[in-house]
């Protein structure tokens, strides 16, 4: 396990993901300077997205030559050797050295690290966890990731590829998951998952304002305006986030469940029938754990990045 420390003024965080690569100069107290956001070559392989990335530091208006640099990247990722294990998001990336081409690209260390867990210590340092050393972050987006902080340090693994938490199995033998094996919690509760699952049943009722394209941000808006079918489908996906997370506060015994991902733009109306979810199902003396969103949101990656970064190079 790695502890946070900070005590340099700046550094760059850096978040890759499916469709944009983002950076950002960002303080030591938090504040994010200034930023630059890129479309992300996905298909174009590893030299494009070097590239990519480079070009992204290099438009940002501060000085950036001499800032420590944070890179989140998408996983598997072992991040004790800097190898990229297989990117389902990005081409060209199976066993790949991207520590060292990220090295060779800026000419010093870079930090590379799982985006699950940059954005876990982005919240931790800056966000909804602040003064826990015991917690979960959790992920709901295109897919489900995570990180944990134990004992105030950041739980790493064996590989530093610690809660990869979509990929607990919920179901056996069950719906098709991107990692290629079945009843993963990502293939349940992710943001397309919960958009398949409403697109199939809205075939049969007739009265629901959905259609077969409705997205995840439809759902909700017609479940707000009272749609029966749209807000069945909304309290079953926080029965399965709840059930998930159930199984997240046996693992790791936290003091504190943090939400973040696109999904949790909804965090309101999904945390009654998640709190259900645990209280139903989870043991009695894992009940109590609170339940939050990310105070950071889409920006938990970045400052996490930097913030480890910036122990990096101490």
Known sequence: MVEILMSQKYAIGV???????????????????????????????????????????????QRTNDMPIGVASPGPLDTKRGVTLGLPTISGFDHFPFGD???????????????GMAAAVGEWKFGAAQGFDDFVYVTVSTGIGGGVIAGGKILEGRKGMAAHVGHILIEMDGELCNCGRKGCWEAYASGPAFEKRTRLLVKTKSQSV???????????????????????????????????????????????????????????????????????????AFRDVPLRRARNLGDSGLLGAAAMAFENVL
């Not at 081409?101 to 985006?115: A, N, Q, S, Y």
């Not at 029965?239 to 309101?268: C, E, K, R």
């Open 15 to 61: 978040d890759i993901g499916g469709t944009q690569i983002r950076a950002a100069v960002v303080a030591s107290h938090g504040e994010i300077i200034d930023r630059v956001a890129l479309p992300t070559p996905a298909t174009q392989g590893p030299a494009a997205v070097l590239a990519q990335i480079l070009k992204a530091t290099q438009q940002l208006s």
């Open 101 to 115: 081409r990220l090295r060779e690209t800026f000419g010093r260390t870079v930090l590379l690290t799982h985006d």
């Open 210 to 284: 959905l259609t077969e394209a409705s997205t995840a941000k439809d759902i909700f808006a017609a479940a707000a305006a009272g749609d029966a079918f749209a807000n069945e489908m909304v309290d079953h996906e926080a029965w399965l986030l709840g059930s998930g997370i159930v199984s997240l506060l046996h693992a790791y015994d936290p003091a504190l469940v943090v939400m973040g991902g696109g999904v949790s733009q909804n965090f309101d109306r999904l945390k009654a029938g998640i709190t259900h979810a645990i209280n139903t199902t989870a043991m009695e």
